[in-house]
């Protein structure tokens, strides 16, 4: 199996207005209705959503992802997220490469991105990277009670012939009473992850992200803010063949952050590993009347004859306003 083709798709089209009324249909992604299920469990400090089982067939023209059923749910009370991790395994428990999972993408179609204005909020989700996200003590992003929120997954389906392919995505909740300083999502990248500005996408650049050329290549972005806020946690996404990516301040030239993944030799894609996600009980402040910038590098092989596409792309969890203290250096993830 390709892992360089496996394309999560968490900034795209599934942020579209339609989407969250529940009648967008992507054309790429056919929905197994007859044989899944999705189930919410809350349990202590924990929701817990679990997708499948479902049978992963192979053979599929084109790279598609086998996509559930959306499903919409909502919390009985006031809940904070303090953080969340996915799994992909099989109805046995036996855990399953990260590359059977296509995305999975948590949706509030009840409040508005900040990020995208017009857009329901993308507040969490995972892609290939799966990686776990954990908020600076203290820190959370509030689900209200009775909001429909609303879960899109899809499983890759290249995968090898698989029966009974399931998958979790389990959000930490702060203890009820635990006093918790309420921050907004933010989603940035190189590509554009607004689905209204998707007409305004180059030629090389499609939902499954932007071409990637043989050899290094480095693409940006210019970046505004619509909104001051102090950034405590970056969760970065990628795919197969990223070296880096970076938010950079270009009016105070400064970088602010700079991501670099754990590949295989050949470029595959491994993990972000701890110490590459960005948590930071300080943080660091973005501005609307600043200019910034996205950046990633990817390297795809010469003698390769696969087509890649990337992504470089953050979801900035941040409080209103600038940061309390002011950081002497830029906030780099070494």
């Known amino acids: 199996m390709n892992r360089a083709l496996l394309l999560t798709g968490l900034l795209l089209t599934l942020t579209s207005p339609a989407f969250a009324a529940g009648s967008h249909d992507h054309h790429s992604v056919p929905t197994l209705n007859n044989q899944t299920t999705t189930n919410v469990t809350i349990e202590g400090n924990t929701v817990t959503l679990t997708f499948g089982p479902i049978d992963l067939p192979s053979g599929h023209d084109g790279e598609l992802a086998a996509s559930m059923p959306k499903h919409i749910f909502s919390l009985p009370q006031d809940m904070y997220m303090t953080g969340y991790r996915s799994a992909v395994f099989t109805k046995e428990g036996k855990p399953l490469p990260q590359n059977y999972l296509h995305h999975i993408l948590m949706m509030n179609n009840e409040k508005e991105s900040v990020s995208c204005p017009g857009e329901p909020l993308f507040f969490a989700g995972a892609g290939l990277e799966m990686t776990e996200a954990k908020f600076p003590k203290g820190y959370g992003v509030k689900l209200a009670k009775g909001r ?169 969890y941040m409080t209103p306003g600038a940061c309390e203290t002011p950081r002497v250096s830029a906030s780099v993830a070494q």
């Open 148 to 316: 429909k929120l609303m879960s899109v997954v899809a499983f890759y389906h290249k995968a090898p012939p698989t029966k009974d392919v399931m998958a979790t995505f389990t959000m930490e909740m702060a203890p009820a009473g635990t006093p918790i300083k309420e921050m907004d999502v933010y989603q940035v990248g190189v590509n554009i992850v607004c689905y209204s500005k998707f007409g305004q996408r180059g030629a090389d650049q499609t939902d499954e992200g932007i071409e990637i050329k043989p050899g290094v290549q480095t693409l940006s972005a210019p970046l505004k803010f619509l909104m001051d806020g102090c950034v405590k946690f970056a969760y970065p996404h990628g795919h197969d063949e990223l070296l880096l990516i970076a938010l950079e301040d270009k009016t105070d030239n400064k970088t602010l952050l700079r991501t670099v993944p754990d590949v295989a030799i050949d470029g595959t894609f491994l993990s972000f590993q701890p110490h590459q996600v960005f948590r930071d009980d300080n943080g660091f402040t973005v501005k609307k009347d600043k200019n910034y910038e996205m950046v990633m590098v990817y390297h795809h092989p010469l003698h390769s004859p696969t087509v890649q596409h990337g992504m470089g792309n953050y979801l900035l």
